[in-house]
């Protein structure tokens, strides 16, 4: 059996990450390794893949499959490209692959996801459903660069502006290449945002 504070601590990292957690997460909880092993055995916890637990009794959530891949590309990395632009709900796009951008040195094997080893500041990151996802403006950004189709780029930055979840200027600013940058703000000037 977890003692009572040692699972308050492991409830609280994994209920911000729909009840998910990290073995680092529940050593730093209390649990060491063997616990934890013994803990699975018992029921009580799941292990979902390699470096990715659950607490077992905790009610599902709609985004599971972004949570389990964050962590299990280490909580520097962060759901990006067509998989944010969905999270952010910017785009009717169902990706095929769970997009995921690591830092260089994050192991480039990861089944069922495509990771991006692109360069990412904190300030590029933001949370949405307990989850590190690039922010409104690095995603429209990276999807442009990556080759998305101009229609769904030009979509997803008014859907954006529309909503409040980013300016124009944030959007055009975004933009690494003048490619991109051209393309945001043709779309945003045929809508009268400027």
Request: aromatic share 4%.
């Amino acid at each position: 059996m977890i003692a009572t504070d040692t699972y308050d601590k492991l409830y609280e990292s994994a209920e911000a990450q729909a009840g998910y957690f990290t073995p680092a997460q529940a050593i730093a909880a209390g649990l060491d390794r063997s616990q934890l092993s013994r803990q699975v055995a018992a029921g009580r916890l799941l292990r979902v893949r390699s470096g990715v637990y659950r607490l077992v009794h905790y009610p599902a959530s709609p985004h599971e499959d972004l949570v389990i891949a964050w962590l299990a590309t280490g909580l520097r990395s962060a759901i990006s490209h067509d998989s944010a632009l969905a999270l952010h709900d910017l785009s009717d796009a169902l990706p095929t692959e769970i997009h995921v951008t690591v830092p260089r040195t994050a192991s480039r094997r990861r089944s069922g996801m495509r990771l991006h080893t692109n360069r990412i500041t904190d300030e590029e990151i933001t949370h949405r459903a307990g989850i590190a996802v690039t922010t409104v403006p690095r995603t429209i950004a990276d999807v442009a660069a990556a080759g998305m189709s101009d229609e769904l780029v030009i979509q997803a930055a008014r859907e954006a502006v529309f909503k409040g979840l980013a300016t124009p200027g944030e959007l055009v600013a975004a933009a690494r290449s003048k490619r991109v940058q051209s393309l945001l703000r043709r779309a945003l000037q045929e809508t009268g945002w400027r």
